[in-house]
């Protein structure tokens, strides 16, 4: 069995938790949006984050969890992605400007750069550990954008992050079977679906409407990324619209089970 911990999961930063993060295990997350709160100075074990893309929902700790914990962490954090996201974290992050470009500063007491940053291949199959593998592929988001399929011990969950379409969730479920969880985002309500389209995200009408052809598979599916000041109109809205889908909106410290 697999338990994926929650750090953040929700759509924008409030009161009521933080952004995408997901813990695979005790060195390695999917996203950094929340980090530092939940883990503290565990944040210092993390040596290794996969993105899914550069928006700063999804990237923002990164800039904390170095930061805070520098004289603790005794590994670079391997930071791994798509080229054009490892681009973008570069030019517009870890630039000097609006902060520290940690690729070209050494760890504490040695000489190997605190950040190390490692584009992947999308459809690659990457070890984690001697029981969970990852893998790529590509989603449809206003930037080069990718989700992961995470497997361990034969079973397997596929995270989208920021998408608007979802065929290649449809794909990847009948290329895998394997695969029995979905998490899949809507970050809108029904009533802002023009911002959606624009900013490719998902509604709950428009989430169940392309989850159709795999209605019947009998999937777990987990739903994050709501725009917190929505919440409410969103839950209600996916509980109208859900029809046998068995789902569980995810929040901070929800642990994935698979
Ligand atoms: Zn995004
Ligand atoms: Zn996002």
């Known amino acids: 069995m697999c338990e994926i911990l929650t750090l953040g999961a929700y759509g924008s930063r409030s009161q009521k938790g933080g952004t995408s993060a997901f813990m695979l295990n005790s060195t390695t997350l999917i996203d950094a949006g929340n980090v530092v709160v939940p883990l503290g100075e565990a944040s ?3 040596d290794l984050v996969w993105l899914t893309h550069s928006h700063l929902d999804h990237i923002a700790d990164l800039a904390f969890m170095i930061d805070n914990y520098f004289e603790k962490r ?4 391997r930071i791994r992605g798509l080229p054009q996201t490892l681009e973008a974290v570069q030019t517009h992050f870890f630039n000097h400007t609006i902060w520290p470009d940690f690729s070209a500063i050494a760890m504490y007491g040695s000489k190997e ?5 490692e584009s992947i291949e999308v459809g690659e199959y990457y ?3 001697e029981t969970m593998t990852i893998k790529a592929f590509y989603t449809d988001h206003t930037v080069p954008s990718c989700g992961y399929i995470v497997t361990k011990e034969h079973q397997a969950l596929l995270i989208t992050a920021d998408t608007h379409r979802l065929e ?6 009948k290329s ?3 695969i029995r969880s979905l998490v899949i985002e809507c970050a809108f309500p029904n009533a802002m679906e023009e911002l959606a389209v624009v900013s490719k995200h998902l509604t709950p009408n428009l989430l169940f409407e392309r989850l159709k052809p795999l209605e019947s598979l009998g999937l777990k599916l987990y739903i994050n990324h709501l725009k917190p000041t929505y919440e409410t109109e969103i839950r209600q809205e996916i509980k ?3 029809g046998k889908w068995d789902v569980t909106i995810l929040r901070d410290g929800t642990v ?3």
């Open 256 to 258: 994935l089970v698979f």
């Open 168 to 173: 290649m969730v449809e794909e990847a479920v």
């Open 44 to 46: 210092a074990d993390i």
């Open 127 to 129: 070890t984690i550990d």
């Open 74 to 77: 005794d590994k670079p954090l």
């Open 113 to 117: 750069m605190t950040v190390i940053l």
């Open 240 to 242: 109208k619209a859900k």
């Open 176 to 178: 895998h079977p394997n």
